[in-house]
């Protein structure tokens, strides 16, 4: 299975301020079709997960414009330009290149 | 607006078996792939299965391989997991998901999740 691997896991930020999540693949996460399949999710305490973004860099519906995703290859990046009290919560990286889809650690983003 | 509704979930010894649905609305159910996804308690998440549109091809996590078997009814729109040779590490809430369709695995909405727990 394709290892994702997140950092950091805890992630303490002051509000107004940036932040950023580092989420690296065991293999490359480019399918034969030429898409790179990674999502972000975001499950705030006592949610279910919501799609943040997908393939990489593509902000979903309703999601705020401060979310943004980057990267390539085996290594991707979700960016919080500003932090606001409802970020936080538990982020987590998700590739489906490859079966099984396989799910970061998990980042804990919490208000410092 | 898309609605996933889980059910099903309960306290169940281990060998024992349970079968989890996902009452689907909102959306043309047919169309799509669907997921069971799991979440240990305090822990992440974990890939249990995907099924098709239309049932015809169906994958299992190696964790679940030969006790789980996901299957769907499109005419009344429900997606289900039969769960049977339950473990201790089967406990988890259970999240039915959709596979948004726009490429491989790519996942969009959650179900609120149904908790199973197997414990003697």
């Known amino acids: 299975d394709v290892v994702m691997t997140q950092s950091p896991l805890s992630l303490p930020v002051t509000l107004g301020q940036p932040a950023s999540i580092s989420c690296r693949s065991s293999?490359?996460?480019?399918?034969?079709?030429?898409?790179?399949?990674l999502i972000w999710f975001q499950q705030r305490p006592g949610q279910s997960p919501r799609r943040l973004i997908y393939?990489?860099?593509n902000r979903d519906s309703g999601v705020p414009d401060r979310f943004s995703g980057s990267g390539s290859g085996t290594d991707f990046t979700l960016k919080i330009s500003r932090v606001e009290a409802e970020d936080v919560g538990v982020y987590y990286c998700?590739?489906?290149?490859?079966?099984?889809?396989?799910f970061g650690q998990g980042t804990k983003v919490e208000i410092k | 607006q898309v609605q996933l509704v889980e059910s099903g979930g309960g306290v169940v010894q281990p060998g024992r078996s349970l079968r989890l649905s996902c009452a689907a609305s909102?959306?043309?159910?047919?169309?799509?792939?669907m997921h069971w996804v799991r979440q240990a308690p305090g822990k992440g998440l974990e890939s249990v299965a995907v099924?098709?549109?239309?049932?015809?091809?169906?994958y299992y996590a190696d964790s679940v391989k030969g006790r789980f078997t996901i299957s769907r009814d499109n005419s009344k729109n429900t997606l289900y997991v039969q769960m049977n040779s339950l473990r201790d590490e089967d406990t988890a809430v259970y999240f039915c998901?959709?596979?948004?369709?726009?490429?491989?695995?790519?996942?969009?909405?959650w179900g609120q999740g149904t908790l199973v727990t197997v414990s003697s």
């Open positions: 998901a959709r596979d948004g369709g726009d490429g491989y695995n790519m996942i969009d909405y």
């Open positions: 909102g959306f043309i159910f047919s169309n799509y792939a």
């Open positions: 099924i098709s549109y239309d049932g015809s091809q169906k």
């Open positions: 293999q490359s996460l480019v399918h034969s079709d030429g898409n790179t399949y």
């Open positions: 393939k990489v860099s």
């Open positions: 998700m590739q489906g290149a490859h079966w099984p889809p396989t």
